[in-house]
């Protein structure tokens, strides 16, 4: 008998398990053979099933990252995407959200709401917005199915004139004269007494109680104090509330303050309404004296005088059978409808858009140039209601122009600045803040509120805690290039009553039934406009959920200075092809670019919040 000797090698690209057989008889030959066959055969097999596997794997994993969309990488930060089935709030003081929500679960309006959210912003971020400012507000009605525009903006008093300032910037951004005639409080009660739903005394405990027991010094005013410190240690009343007694520094991001003073006033307005703050009161009286020791021309009867305005809001019909709804001058809602109107005509926007980066860039090129014919027309905009301004709104607003000026815009190349139409630059306005509400009832709130520059015009009322703007700067004034380096333009001028131009564009978006489909809103000057288009854009035309869209990199460019500005996270293969067609190139520093509060319903009906990251926000609802 012939013996058999085994090896326990692994023959190679056979099963595991089949054995190396030495050499033998001739049946051990035939036996060989046979097993080498299926050896080969399950050699075959498994090559096919690992292939397969490979294939299947590639598929579910790198398909859909090469399927994406060329645009912008995403960047998941770590702002909170909130998700609630009645109703949401999203505002950029994180503390404020939910004094929304409570108002609203308390059957309040989405007026109240906001009004109760901005009351407590003014406390939580002083450095943009207060009591000493004034907002425009665009109100949906979903019964109704009618957007209202409410115009608080702050106005020049009756002694200003063209040439106040005598050629001093300086004048125009600081002190007395800085300030406009406030109108947030008259803006509050105006809508109040028109739209909300809870007695008025109701909306003020929470931020009160907040005033007495402590604010905490968030990111944001930590940087915001830091960056003007040189001027908040000029203006005593400024000085001795946000500077902390024991270090003679201004505080820093976590210390823990309290504004009695504030709280008193809060108290007086929520007993007297409006006539706290414009007289005749107690509150008034004092708020006048102090106006006048810093050198303010505002008078008694200015602040009697003063009345927010009922406008005609912007409406603009978009693809999909949707609505925008934003405010016309002296707000930048008439820019906002032509910007989206001139690339709504593009029907290949969202079609090809990230199917090649020839095309992307493409996309990005053609809104790149539709902000810049926008910022041109931006300096014929003034607050006005003559007839040329409403022919100029009805002109941005309407399709026959958008086509010219889709027509106007090459593929392959950019231009020189008066190709578009101007010579001259624009005004920025950083000290903005925003709220963005949907309500169970379905209406819905985007508001603005300023008070300009960062804590205005550093006069702080003594006396009553108030906060007052430099909206006096916000004018264009002869021989004086302002606050930000901006030269004077043909319009704009101060004029006594008149409300200074801004680059607020509060928006509400509807579908074809009528239902809020996006709210939103934003700070950061000129860059509110192009930054509300961008996540308009991503989220109705590219499907995008708001957070993912706020999140994402974003540029801008204004016509003068003649580049696009552009965060870090921006893909630099796509810029270089931007460069390629003309384009110069501006990396943004260690501001931000535009801050944007949304809330969009989703298409399974839920409501979807984020409140921007860049700024450290929140969003609350139920």
């Known amino acids: 008998m012939s013996s058999k000797a085994y090896q326990y090698d692994l023959v190679f690209g056979a099963p595991f398990g089949v054995q190396k057989w030495d050499v033998g008889t001739k049946e051990d030959s035939k036996l060989r053979r046979s097993l080498t066959v299926k050896a080969k055969a399950a050699l075959i097999v498994a090559f096919v099933l690992v292939v397969l596997v490979v ?5 579910c994993v790198f398909l859909p990252s090469l399927q994406k969309r060329y645009w912008l990488p995403e960047y998941e930060s770590n702002s ?21 929500k409570d108002i609203l679960e308390k059957n309040g309006s989405a007026v109240d709401a906001a009004i109760g959210v901005l009351l407590c912003m003014g406390v939580i971020n002083p450095q943009s917005a207060g009591i000493g400012g004034g907002f425009l507000m665009l109100y949906y009605n979903r019964t ?45 009660h105006d809508i109040h007494d028109r739209f909300g739903s809870l007695p008025w005394e109701e909306l003020f405990p929470p931020t009160i109680k907040m005033c007495r027991e402590g604010i905490q010094v968030n990111a944001h005013l ?76 505002i008078e008694e009867s200015d602040m009697r005088r003063y009345a927010p305005k009922n406008r005609e809001p912007i409406s603009k019909a ?78 941005l607003t309407s399709d026959e122009y958008a086509d010219i000026i889709r027509k106007k815009i090459d593929d392959e190349r950019t231009y020189s600045p008066d190709h578009y139409g101007v010579n001259v630059t624009v005004h920025e306005d950083h000290g903005t803040a925003h709220v963005s509400i949907i309500a169970p009832n379905g209406d ?64 509400i978006i509807t579908d074809s039934n009528g239902d809020v489909k996006l709210t939103l809103g934003g700070n950061g000057g000129t860059q509110i406009t192009t930054s509300i288009a961008q996540i308009i854009i991503r989220t109705l035309w590219f499907g995008e959920d708001i957070k993912k869209a706020i999140d994402a990199p974003r540029f801008h460019h204004q016509l003068l200075p003649n580049y696009i500005e552009h965060e870090e996270r921006f893909p630099k293969d796509l810029l270089a092809e931007l460069k390629k067609k003309g384009h ?29 990251y860049r700024k450290g926000g929140e969003v609350d609802g139920f």
Do not use: W
Request: with cysteine; net charge negative.
């Open 144 to 188: 109704q199915k009618a957007a209202y525009y409410i115009d608080a903006r702050e106005t020049a008093p009756e002694k200003a004139t063209e040439d106040m300032f005598q050629g001093n910037a300086s004048l125009a951004q600081f002190g007395g004269l800085a300030i406009a005639v406030p109108g947030e409080i008259a803006g509050y």
């Open 584 to 612: 110069y190139l501006h990396l943004l520093g260690s501001g931000m670019l535009g801050i944007i509060m949304g809330v969009l319903r989703g298409d399974d009906g839920n409501l979807y919040a984020n409140s921007d």
């Open 444 to 507: 819905a709130v985007s508001v603005t509120s300023t008070v300009n520059a960062y804590f205005g015009s550093m006069i702080l009322s003594p006396s009553t805690g108030i906060l007052l703007n430099n909206e006096m700067d916000d004018f264009s004034s002869p021989n004086i290039t302002n606050s930000f380096d901006i030269p004077p333009t043909h319009k704009n001028h101060v004029q006594p009553g008149r409300r200074p131009f801004s680059s607020m564009s509060p928006a």
């Open 55 to 59: 294939t299947v794997v590639v598929v």
């Open 80 to 100: 909170k995407l909130g998700i609630y089935q009645t109703a949401a709030v999203s505002t950029d003081a994180a503390p404020c959200a939910v004094i929304g």
């Open 318 to 395: 978009l693809r999909n059978n949707m609505t925008l709804y934003s405010v016309s001058t002296p707000g930048s809602g008439a820019l906002l409808a032509f910007i989206l109107g001139v690339l709504d005509g593009y029907e290949d926007l969202n079609a090809n858009v990230g199917k090649t980066r020839g095309e992307t860039v493409k996309a990005l090129h053609r809104m790149i140039e539709t902000f810049k014919f926008a910022y041109a027309r931006r300096m014929e905009l003034e607050d006005s209601d003559s007839d040329d301004m409403k022919q100029l709104t009805l002109e």
């Open 222 to 297: 930590a940087r915001a104090l830091k960056k003007k410190e040189e001027f908040i240690m000029k203006f005593e009343g400024i000085r001795n509330v946000f500077t902390n007694n024991e270090t003679n520094e201004v505080y820093k991001m976590g210390d823990i303050y309290t504004r009695n003073d504030l709280a008193d006033t809060l108290e007086a307005i929520a007993r007297e309404k409006s006539a706290a703050i414009n007289g005749p009161s107690e509150t008034a009286t004092k708020l006048l004296n102090d106006l006048k020791a810093a050198g303010s021309i």
